[in-house]
């Protein structure tokens, strides 16, 4: 796929439409998991190249969905539309996860920092090594 909104019409998405995006993500991780435990899955430096890239894209991107996640809850809890199933106030747990969000926002962006920075490395690196040079005795 190679752009989402082709196939998401917002006049009617709904949270399973959102749920079901992000178990792809995760499903789509998992089969790059699988593929690459196989030689067919990186041939070429240029894979690893192009699927760093791409990893590194998706990474920055969460900071983005982590904000809105957690902007919903707070308007959620805000219109009184949230509770708890032990009965305490959903308040308590928001707030704690709010922290963890915030956490994982730092996460993610220094994770797409690293592949980033791992990636421009690999723009050097081809299929065709040089032959060894020997360095002369004295």
């Known amino acids: 796929m190679d752009d989402f909104r082709q196939v998401v019409n917002l006049d009617h998405a709904t949270s399973d439409d959102t749920v079901r995006l992000a178990r792809t993500a995760a499903e789509a991780v998992r089969g790059l998991n699988w593929l690459t435990g196989h030689d067919a899955g990186l041939s070429q430096p240029s894979a690893a190249y192009d699927l760093t890239g791409a990893l590194a894209l998706a990474a920055s991107r969460l900071p983005q969905l982590l904000t ?3 902007r919903w809850l707070g308007h959620a809890l805000a219109a009184g539309r949230l509770g708890h199933d032990l009965g305490e106030d959903p308040a308590d747990a928001v707030d704690a ?3 963890f969000f ?3 926002r730092a996460s993610a962006g220094a994770l797409a920092g690293d592949l980033n920075a791992a990636q421009q490395y690999l723009a050097l690196i081809n ?3 040089a032959p ?3 360095k002369e005795q004295p």
């Open 68 to 70: 809105q996640i957690e």
């Open 97 to 99: 996860a709010g922290v």
């Open 102 to 104: 915030s956490d994982a």
């Open 127 to 129: 299929g065709n090594p």
């Open 132 to 134: 060894a040079t020997h």
